[in-house]
């Protein structure tokens, strides 16, 4: 991997990482956000339900844990 693909990969994580910041905005104001894959909303998951915080569809592929952003 030269340079250049290295500087193009790290653009791309950046850019889904700001995605996923947004959508993580929008859920956690109680807005209705589908999963892009399913279609199913997401929801957040407080500690209380599961043992990890995050944000889940109903069949589970979006699955953003939030450690990392809390
Ligand atoms: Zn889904």
Redesign the pocket.
């Known amino acids: 991997m030269d340079v250049q693909q290295f500087d193009r990969l790290k653009n791309v994580s950046a850019k889904s990482f700001n995605d996923q910041k947004a959508l993580i905005k929008k859920v956690l104001a109680g807005r209705d956000i589908a ?6 909303f ?1 929801r957040v998951t407080l500690p209380e339900d599961k043992k990890i915080t995050g944000l889940f ?6 699955n953003i844990a939030l450690d990392f952003v809390l």
Do not use: D
Not at 35 to 40: L, N, P
Not at 57 to 62: E, H, I, S, V
């Open positions: 999963c892009k894959q399913c279609g199913t997401i569809c109903a069949k589970g592929c979006t």
